[in-house]
């Protein structure tokens, strides 16, 4: 399913308001639906550092890299698959399928909400239906099994907010969702 324009390219010249809409106005296939037999390993893998790579060499086309996230699944048993209606392909994946990449924050406590782009260039806004897990290794769900690892420096971000915050535990609020800072498990 072809873009009609690129993603932009950081969250900085845009409302939280403009950034939902963008998140929600992605349409993406149904993959969900579609139940092909498994055709064998598709020679991808994805990095730990988000870098997607096949055969061995990084995928260098931003919007390749857009393309395969957009039918990338995640399966019952925790794998992952590149999957269309006809053919079902295995894809490794290091860690998380996605990074997320850049965070803006709008609002203060109870009434902050923080919106994420992520690697592929897509944006999802923290919340009930995409939590946060704040350890040691920190984490956005993104869609149906498949998260985002936060980059360091926007785990840094979400951190000294949290940590501003007069929460106990320490944590972060968005779009009416409280995230807790945790300790390793």
């Known amino acids: 399913m072809p873009e009609t324009a690129p993603p932009p390219d950081d969250l900085a010249g845009l ?8 998140a929600e106005a992605r349409r ?3 993959v969900a639906q579609w139940n092909p037999a498994h055709c ?3 020679g991808m893998r ?5 870098t997607w790579f096949h055969e061995g060499r990084p995928i260098r086309r931003p919007a390749m890299v857009r393309l395969f996230s957009t039918i990338l699944r995640r399966e019952p048993d925790g794998s992952h698959v590149l999957v269309t209606p006809v053919e079902k392909l295995t ?7 996605f990074l997320a990449v850049e965070m803006k924050s709008d609002g203060e406590g109870r009434d902050r909400t ?5 690697n592929t260039g897509d944006m999802v806004v923290a919340g009930r239906d995409h939590p946060l897990r704040l350890g040691s290794r920190p ?4 869609r149906a099994g498949l998260e985002a ?3 360091r420096p926007v785990y840094y971000e979400l951190a000294e907010i949290a940590l501003a915050g007069d929460s106990a535990p320490p944590g972060v609020w968005s779009d009416g969702a409280f995230f807790a800072l945790e300790g390793d498990a």
């Open 15 to 22: 409302d939280l308001a403009e950034i939902a809409r963008l």
């Open 149 to 151: 690892l936060i980059a």
């Open 46 to 50: 994805i990095a730990r550092d988000g």
């Open 40 to 42: 064998g390993h598709s």
């Open 114 to 118: 923080l919106a994420f782009r992520l």
């Open 139 to 142: 984490y956005l769900a993104v």
């Open 91 to 97: 894809i490794d994946v290091e860690d998380a399928a």
């Open 28 to 30: 993406l296939p149904p």
